[in-house]
């Protein structure tokens, strides 16, 4: 794993901890929605969204959102930031 790709994970799990603290995120699969491995209903995704654009300087417009609802998206979007 490259060091872009290490940001964007750290980040993202970051995100995750701070919004679904009680996700088991060891056994994470990154091809699958977030919502379909852990409860993370619809707010949760959007203080999630909130803590990735902060951490990464940056505004996701609302068409941008589903690209982010799985660690495989979000590393395929942040990467090219």
């Known amino acids: 794993m490259d060091q872009t790709a290490a940001t ?3 980040a993202v799990f970051d995100a995750l901890r701070a919004v679904a603290p009680d996700a088991d995120l060891s ?12 409860e993370f209903d619809s707010i949760d995704f959007l ?15 609302e068409l941008d ?6 660690l ?5 979007y942040l990467a090219g930031r």
């Open 8 to 10: 964007v994970d750290d």
């Open 27 to 38: 056994s994470i699969d990154p091809d699958q929605p977030f919502r379909d491995q852990f």
């Open 47 to 61: 203080n999630f969204i909130l803590k990735l654009e902060t951490r990464f300087g940056l505004h996701v417009e």
């Open 65 to 70: 959102y589903p690209r982010l609802a799985s």
């Open 72 to 76: 495989a998206g979000c590393r395929a």
